[in-house]
């Protein structure tokens, strides 16, 4: 079997390639580092953020929410909320002949 002029160039550049990269080669550009100040050089005092600032509207200028959020002839009876623009906490509700009434899920096996 012989091997082609092309076969034998292109191993032998992989094979000096690999020499190279095992040598350490030349480097191509300088490494990069971080800046260190000085040692000399006071360092700058940076307060800490401010801490965020919730604005929480008075009770009386809120929207009052109904005890029944409706959709149809079911519905969420709220609650209570968690906090300001948090989600509310409550019960699935279901309407029969007007009147709101918690709904229940049993799951039967069969």
């Known amino acids: 079997m012989r091997i082609d002029r092309y ?10 390639c690999l020499v190279w990269l095992s040598v350490g080669g030349v480097q ?8 260190v100040p000085p040692a000399s050089a ?10 965020p600032k919730t604005q929480v509207p008075p009770s009386s200028a809120r929207k009052p929410f109904p005890s029944v959020i ?22 699935l509700v279901v309407r029969i002949d007007g009147t709101w009434y918690e709904a229940r899920i049993d799951y039967a096996k069969r």
């Open 7 to 16: 076969t034998k160039v292109v191993l032998t550049i992989i094979a000096a």
């Open 28 to 35: 191509v550009f300088p490494p990069a580092h971080a800046q």
């Open 42 to 51: 006071p360092k700058a005092q940076v307060p800490p953020p401010p801490a």
């Open 70 to 91: 409706p959709a149809g002839d079911f519905g969420y009876r709220v609650d209570y909320w968690r906090g300001p623009g948090e989600a509310p906490i409550g019960t």
